[in-house]
């Protein structure tokens, strides 16, 4: 729950070698826009890069709060990658908050990028 009282909606792709494109998340938003618990919505990917189309989605919707947490934040968010490198089991891992904010929100990358690594590691994705 964000400090305002509204839920984030989150959507973890793990894509290798391809953009992230608008039809990728399509269902999600969908689904997502529609519950009123949702004030915020994040796509937490591995793709390269976003689509000008996916890119301009974001852009032309400054009423809604989404924000795209990519492989390269994630990266360089301040996280104990060892654990995951290593497969250290999950308790050995030590997750600090991020000073790297996201788009429009001030949410740290280190909350969230535990999961999408851990998500995408199992999947051979994003390495």
């Not at 959507?11 to 494109?21: I, T």
């Not at 949702?38 to 796509?43: A, F, P, V």
């Not at 689509?51 to 994630?74: C, G, S």
Request: proline residues 3%; glycine residues 10%; negative net charge.
């Amino acid at each position: 729950m964000d400090e305002d009282g509204s839920y984030w909606a989150i959507q973890a792709k793990c894509y290798k070698g391809r953009k992230l494109s608008e039809g990728d998340v399509a269902t999600f938003f969908k689904n997502a826009l529609v519950d009123d618990h949702y004030g915020h919505y994040m796509i937490a990917d591995t793709a390269p890069a976003a689509t000008k189309t996916f890119e301009n989605y974001m852009n032309d919707h400054p009423d809604r709060d989404i924000v795209r947490l990519d492989l390269d934040t994630m990266r360089h968010a301040n996280l104990d990658w060892d654990a995951f490198e290593t497969g250290s089991r999950p308790g050995a891992r030590h997750t600090h908050e991020s000073t790297t904010t996201l788009g429009r929100g001030d949410q740290p990358a280190g909350r969230l990028g535990r999961a999408v690594v851990d998500s995408c590691r199992s999947s051979g994705a994003g390495q």
